[in-house]
């Protein structure tokens, strides 16, 4: 079963390898089915170069293991509560990569200096609030998820497809897992260009609100005009 979803979140995972925005066995990709709300992850600890299909994990929304021989990503938690609370996405993306990872554990929002940011996300990176101890000592990972989500309380997760966890790393998402992974390798660009542009100049202003919606609009609005139909 889910053979398709196995398929596309192992080549997603492979991306995220390809792209050089992971090593080890770090970071995870994972996609779901909505109707059969179940969805499929990277298992836990395997190096990407021995990734199969058939090794990805099947898992419920209660994180029960419903197809698959080796154990989830430690992160699946973190998923399921982006799923569930997140109602328009159909992927997650987690990567330690080096320049996103550079402003979670700065625990600072990665500011909209330009257009190269502002044709993605619609305005700063947000940065979560660190847990507490209480936090990291009970359901960590889960605890994770929920500070994701409350820092999204007034954000638009479909304008806003990344968060940075402070301390700890960027997560990203998308319709599938392959724009899931897209928008990790924007960030990672992103994040690049901002600590270059603040390196050059500490003072520099964030983007205009005109110059923030023009961009983004013209790829993402209701008129959007950029690209083919």
Same mark, same amino acid.
């Given at each position: 079963?889910?053979?398709?979803?196995?398929?596309? %979140?192992?080549?997603?995972?492979?991306?995220?390898?390809?792209?050089?925005?992971?090593?080890?066995?770090?970071?995870? %990709?994972?996609?779901?089915?909505?109707?059969?709300?179940?969805?499929?992850?990277?298992?836990?600890?395997?190096? =990407?170069?021995?990734?199969?299909?058939?090794?990805?994990?099947?898992?419920?929304?209660?994180?029960?293991?419903?197809?698959?021989?080796?154990?989830?990503?430690?992160?699946?938690?973190?998923?399921?509560?982006?799923?569930?609370?997140?109602?328009?996405?159909?992927?997650?993306?987690?990567?330690?990569?080096?320049?996103?990872?550079?402003?979670?554990?700065?625990?600072?929002?990665?500011?909209?200096?330009?257009?190269?940011?502002?044709? $993605?996300?619609?305005?700063?990176?947000?940065?979560?609030?660190?847990?507490?101890?209480?936090?990291?000592?009970?359901?960590?990972?889960?605890?994770?998820?929920?500070?994701?989500?409350?820092?999204?309380?007034?954000?638009?997760? !479909?304008?806003?497809?990344?968060?940075?966890?402070?301390?700890?790393?960027?997560?990203?998402?998308?319709?599938?897992?392959?724009?899931?992974?897209?928008?990790? %390798?924007?960030?990672?660009?992103?994040?690049?260009?901002?600590?270059?542009?603040?390196?050059?100049?500490?003072? !520099?202003?964030?983007?205009? !609100?005109?110059?923030?919606?023009?961009? $983004?609009?013209?790829?993402?609005?209701?008129?959007? =005009? $950029?690209?083919?139909?």
């Amino acid at each position: 079963m889910f053979e398709d979803l196995k398929n596309a %979140v192992c080549q997603a995972n492979m991306e995220l390898h390809r792209q050089k925005l992971t090593i080890c066995s770090w970071g995870n %990709v994972s996609g779901i089915d909505r109707e059969a709300q179940v969805i499929v992850i990277k298992p836990s600890g395997i190096a =990407y170069e021995e990734l199969t299909p058939a090794k990805m994990v099947a898992c419920d929304m209660n994180c029960k293991v419903v197809e698959g021989k080796l154990k989830p990503s430690s992160d699946t938690p973190i998923h399921l509560e982006l799923y569930r609370s997140f109602a328009s996405i159909g992927g997650v993306c987690h990567t330690h990569s080096p320049q996103a990872t550079t402003w979670a554990q700065a625990c600072r929002e990665i500011p909209c200096l330009g257009t190269t940011h502002a044709d $993605y996300f619609y305005g700063a990176v947000p940065v979560t609030e660190p847990l507490s101890s209480e936090e990291i000592e009970g359901d960590f990972e889960i605890n994770t998820g929920k500070s994701i989500v409350r820092r999204f309380c007034t954000l638009d997760p !479909q304008q806003m497809p990344a968060v940075l966890v402070a301390n700890h790393g960027p997560f990203t998402w998308g319709p599938t897992a392959a724009e899931a992974v897209e928008a990790a %390798v924007v960030l990672e660009q992103v994040a690049l260009i901002a600590t270059g542009t603040l390196a050059i100049n500490p003072q !520099q202003k964030v983007i205009s !609100q005109v110059l923030l919606d023009k961009h $983004y609009l013209r790829k993402h609005g209701k008129n959007a =005009y $950029y690209g083919q139909k």
